[in-house]
C-alpha cells in the first residue's frame, strides 16, 4: 500500500473493519443523527399580519394540525383601538422516532385598529425579551437546562389586494429585520392570476431592496451538490416573496383526497405547485431551512443582540465609575485648558526675556570697544 | 253669500271625473321622457376602498369601457379624491358620469384622519348646490349636479367581518350620500365562507347603526326584484376587462389554472346583479333619494346653523326674505365693529412702535458722544507719550554726542602718545 492510501478514511463497509488502515471517524454523522433524535429539535415560529389573512390557516396546513380550535374572533367596533397581543401555542409532534416541539406566537390584533403607530412594539419586545431570557440563562452558572425560546422565523403575511407593499409593512419589517429571519409571504394566492403573481413578486422585491429590507436569503448551496438540487434551489431562490393558499378542509379531486379550496369554478388544491407556493414553503421551512434558521438566529441575531447587551453594560459602568471612584480608570486626559494658556504666557515672557538679555550682551560688547 | 261660497271651496273635497273620450293627456310622461332625455343625465360615484383592491377595475367592468386611471401608490400621506367626468352615450341617451376615486386610503399608518377628505367632498358638492339654490340669478337647468349618487364601499375580502376602518368611515358617510357596500376580489372565499361573511357583515352594520341604501319596494313594478335584492347585499364582486374563451364565446373572466371565473356568470359572483340594481333599475331612485334626504337633510342643517328658522316663536311663518334681511344687517353691523377695531389695533401699534423708535435713536446718540469723548482722552494720552518720547531721544542723542566726542579725544591722547613714543625712540 502506498503512502497516500494510509490516510484515505473510508465509508465504513463490513469488510473494512479488517482493514488496519481504516480509523472510524467516518461514523460521526451516523452518530450525530443518534444523539440528536434522542435530544428531539425544538422550532419557534412567530406569524404575523393583520386579522383575515389566512395564517392560523396556513399554519394549520404546514403541520397538519387544528392548533387554533376555539378562537374568538373579535368583531369590527371592538377592534376599533385593538392593541395587539401574543399568544403562544406548542404542541409536540412525531415522525418517524424524531420528536419536534413546536411553538407557534401568533399576534391578534397587529394592524387591525384605526391607528397603528407602532403596534410592533409588541412583537419587537416580546422577541427581545426572549433573546434576554437566553443571554441570562447563558451566563448563568448551570447551564444544564436551557430552554430554547427564541425565535427562530418571523413568517409575515402581506396581502394581496394591494399594488405591493404598504407602509406598515415597510415599517414592521425594518424594525424586526435585525432581531429574526424575516419570510415575506403572499397571503390569499387564490385571488391572483398567475400572471398577477408574477408582477406582484416582482414588485415586492424592487420595493424590498428599494427600502433597504434585509429578508431571510437562503445560503447558496455547495459547488459540488448535484446538478438538480442546484436546479431545485435555484427554482426556490427565484420564487421569493411565496405566494401561499391555505385550507383547513379536505376536498376530493379526481379521486384522491386532498386539502383544497371549492369555488363554484374549480378546485384549488393546496398541494399542487402550479396552483401556490405551500408546497416550496413547506419544503424550505420544514425539510430543508429549519436547521439553517435556527442557526441564522443563534449566529447572527442573537449574537447581535447579545454584543449590544454587553456594549451597553460596559459603557453603563465606565460611565458611573468617572464620577465615583477616586482613582480615575482611564489615564489623566488633556490637561485643563487655563492651565495650558499659562504655561504658554510663561514661555512668552521667558523667551522675550532672553531676547532682551541678548540685546543688552551685545550693546555692552559694543561699549566695551 | 259669498263667504259661503268660500266656504264651500274650502272645504270641498276633490272629485273624480270621468272622462267622456280621449283628451290626451296621457301623453305627458312622454313629453316628460323626451325633454330628460335631450337634457341629457348626469350620475356621480364615489368609490371608496384601500389601494388595490379593484375600485377602477370594477367600473370599466360596469361601464364595458375603460377609463383611463393610473395606478395608485401606497406611500400617499393622506387621502386625496380624484374626481373625473365622462359623457358616455347609449341608444341617444346622453349621460355624464363622474366617477370619484378615493386615493390613498387605508394605506396611512394612523388612519384616523381618513375619512375627513371624503366627508369634506361631499358637503362642498353639496354646498355648491345649496349656492347654485340660493343665487338670486339662477339656472339650475344647466347647473352640472355634481353631487355624490352613489357612494360604493369596497369591503376586503377577510372572511371574518368588517375592518375597523370599514366601520368608523361608513357611519361618518351613512347620513351623508347612499352606501351600497360590496365585497371586492371576490373569487378569494367559497361559497359557505361567504355566506357566513355576508350575514356576519350585515349583523355587524345594522348593530352599529349604520344606515346603507335599500332598495326602494313601494313602486309594484320593481318591488319584487328589488326585495330579493336586498337580501343579497353586500354583493360579491369580481371586475375584468379580458376576454376569455370559455366554451365556444369569449366572456369576460380571470383566467386562474384550475378554471375561469366568470365575471357574468350568477353562480360565480354577484356582478350581474349590482348591475341592474345599481344602473338598469334604480338609478332614477338614487338620485332623487340624494337629492330629497341627504341634500335636504345638509340644506337643513346648514340653515340653522345660519339662524334661519322656518317658524317663528309665535308659530308664524317667517319669510325667508325677512330673515335674510334681518340677518345681514347684523352682518353688516358685525363687520363695521371689526374694522373699527382693527383700525384702533393699528393705530396703537404704530403709536408703540415710534415710541420705541425715539429711546433707541437717543440711546444710539449717547452711545456716540461717549465714544468720541473717550478717543479725545486717548489722543491727548498719546501726544503726551509722544512728546516724553522725543525727549528722551534728544538726551539720549546728547549723550552720545558727549561720549563720542570723549572716546574721540581719549583715542587722539592714546594714538599720539604711541607716535611720540616712537619718535622718542628714534631720538
Redesign the interface.
Known amino acids: 500500500m502506498t503512502a497516500n492510501t494510509r490516510y484515505r478514511s473510508r465509508v465504513l463497509r463490513s469488510d473494512d473493519v479488517e482493514e488496519k488502515e481504516y480509523v472510524g471517524f467516518a461514523t460521526l454523522p451516523n452518530q450525530v443523527h443518534r444523539k440528536s433524535v434522542k435530544k428531539g429539535f425544538d422550532f419557534t415560529l412567530l406569524v404575523a399580519g393583520e386579522s383575515g389573512l389566512g395564517k392560523s390557516t396556513l399554519v394549520n396546513s404546514l403541520f397538519l394540525t387544528d392548533l387554533h380550535k376555539d378562537r374568538k374572533l373579535l368583531n369590527a367596533e371592538e377592534r376599533i383601538s385593538q392593541t395587539v397581543e401574543i399568544t403562544k401555542h406548542t404542541v409536540d409532534i412525531e415522525e418517524k422516532g424524531v420528536k419536534l416541539k413546536l411553538t407557534i406566537v401568533d399576534t391578534p390584533g397587529f394592524g387591525d385598529a384605526v391607528n397603528n403607530t407602532e403596534c410592533w412594539r409588541t412583537i419587537e419586545g416580546y422577541i427581545d425579551h426572549q433573546f434576554e431570557q437566553y443571554f441570562r440563562d447563558e451566563s448563568g452558572l448551570n447551564r444544564k437546562n436551557i430552554q430554547d425560546n427564541r425565535v427562530h422565523c418571523c413568517l409575515y403575511f402581506i396581502p394581496p389586494f394591494g399594488h405591493g407593499l404598504r407602509p406598515v409593512d415597510i415599517e414592521f419589517m425594518k424594525a424586526l429585520q435585525e432581531k429574526v429571519n424575516v419570510v415575506p409571504l403572499i397571503s390569499k394566492a387564490d385571488c391572483l392570476t398567475p400572471g398577477e403573481i408574477k408582477k406582484l413578486k416582482e414588485r415586492l422585491r424592487e420595493e424590498i431592496e428599494k427600502h433597504g429590507i434585509k429578508i431571510y436569503q437562503f445560503p447558496d448551496c455547495d459547488s459540488d451538490e448535484d446538478e438538480e438540487f442546484k436546479q431545485k434551489d435555484k427554482e426556490l431562490k427565484e420564487s421569493t416573496p411565496f405566494a401561499v393558499i391555505g385550507s383547513n378542509a379536505v376536498v376530493e379531486v379526481k379521486g384522491q383526497r386532498v386539502r383544497g379550496r371549492l369555488y363554484p369554478w374549480g378546485i384549488v388544491e393546496v398541494e399542487n405547485q402550479a396552483h401556490c407556493d405551500f408546497v416550496k414553503l413547506r419544503t424550505m421551512l420544514i425539510r430543508t431551512h429549519m436547521n439553517d434558521l435556527k442557526e441564522v438566529t443563534c449566529d447572527v441575531h442573537y449574537e447581535n443582540y447579545r454584543a449590544q447587551c454587553i456594549q451597553t453594560m460596559t459603557s453603563k459602568v465606565n460611565a458611573e465609575n468617572r464620577v465615583e471612584s477616586p482613582i480615575p480608570l482611564f489615564p489623566m486626559p488633556t490637561p485643563d485648558a487655563d492651565t495650558e494658556k499659562l504655561i504658554k504666557m510663561k514661555d512668552e515672557e521667558l523667551r522675550r526675556m532672553q531676547q532682551m538679555l541678548q540685546k543688552m550682551q551685545q550693546q555692552m560688547h559694543e561699549q566695551d570697544l | 253669500m259669498a263667504t259661503t261660497e268660500i266656504d264651500i271651496f274650502a272645504n270641498e273635497e276633490k272629485r273624480s271625473l270621468e272622462l267622456a273620450g280621449h283628451v290626451g293627456f296621457d301623453s305627458l310622461p312622454d313629453q316628460l321622457v323626451s325633454k330628460a332625455v335631450s337634457q341629457g343625465f348626469c350620475f356621480n360615484i364615489l368609490c371608496v376602498g ?5 375600485k377602477s377595475t370594477l367600473i370599466n367592468t360596469l361601464f364595458n369601457t375603460t377609463f383611463e386611471s393610473d ?5 400617499l400621506q393622506d387621502v386625496h379624491l380624484r374626481p373625473k367626468t365622462y359623457d358616455l352615450q347609449e341608444s341617444n341617451v346622453n349621460l355624464k358620469l363622474t366617477i370619484v376615486d378615493t386615493v390613498g386610503f387605508g ?6 384622519e381618513s375619512y375627513k377628505p371624503i366627508v369634506d367632498y361631499i358637503d362642498t358638492q353639496f354646498e355648491n348646490f345649496l349656492q347654485e339654490e340660493m343665487k338670486i340669478k339662477r339656472s339650475l337647468h344647466n347647473y352640472h349636479d355634481s353631487r355624490i349618487h352613489i357612494c360604493l364601499y369596497f369591503i ?13 368611515t361608513m357611519k361618518k358617510l351613512d347620513s351623508k350620500v347612499n352606501i351600497i357596500p360590496v365585497i ?2 371576490a ?2 372565499i ?2 359557505s365562507e361567504l355566506h357566513k361573511f355576508k350575514i356576519k357583515i350585515m349583523s ?1 352594520l345594522v ?2 347603526g349604520v344606515q346603507i341604501y335599500q332598495f326602494p319596494t313601494e313602486d309594484e313594478a320593481v318591488t319584487e326584484i328589488n326585495s330579493t335584492m336586498n337580501a343579497h347585499l353586500p354583493f360579491a364582486v369580481i371586475g375584468s376587462v379580458e376576454q376569455v374563451k370559455v366554451g365556444n364565446k369569449m366572456v369576460r373572466a ?9 365575471v357574468e ?1 350568477e ?2 359572483c354577484d356582478f350581474v346583479k349590482l348591475r341592474e340594481m345599481l344602473l338598469r333599475v334604480n338609478i332614477e331612485d338614487l338620485r332623487e333619494q340624494t337629492h330629497a334626504r341627504h341634500y335636504e337633510l345638509y340644506r337643513r342643517c346648514k340653515l340653522e346653523e345660519m339662524g334661519f328658522k322656518d317658524t317663528d316663536p309665535d308659530s308664524q311663518p317667517f319669510s325667508l326674505q325677512q330673515t335674510y334681511e334681518t340677518k345681514r344687517k347684523e352682518f353688516l353691523v358685525e363687520l363695521q365693529r371689526k374694522e373699527e377695531e382693527m383700525r384702533q389695533m393699528f393705530v396703537n401699534k404704530v403709536k408703540e412702535t415710534e415710541v420705541e423708535l425715539k429711546e433707541k435713536e437717543r440711546e444710539l446718540h449717547e452711545r456716540f458722544e461717549q465714544l468720541k469723548r473717550m478717543h479725545h482722552d486717548e489722543k491727548r494720552n498719546l501726544e503726551e507719550k509722544r512728546r516724553e518720547l522725543e525727549e528722551e531721544m534728544n538726551s539720549f542723542n546728547r549723550r552720545k554726542v558727549a561720549a563720542e566726542t570723549l572716546m574721540g579725544q581719549a583715542l587722539q591722547s592714546c594714538s599720539q602718545q604711541p607716535f611720540k613714543k616712537d619718535k622718542d625712540k628714534k631720538n
Not at chain 2, 394605506?107 to 384616523?112: A, G, R, S
Not at chain 2, 376586503?156 to 368608523?168: E, F, M, R
Open positions: 384601500e389601494t388595490g383592491i379593484g395606478e395608485a401608490s401606497h406611500y394605506d396611512q399608518i394612523n388612519k384616523e376586503a375580502p377577510t372572511g371574518h367581518s368588517l375592518k375597523s376602518l370599514d366601520l368608523v371586492a376580489k373569487d378569494t367559497s361559497k355587524e348593530s352599529n380571470r383566467l386562474y389554472p384550475w378554471g375561469s371565473v366568470q356568470n353562480s360565480h
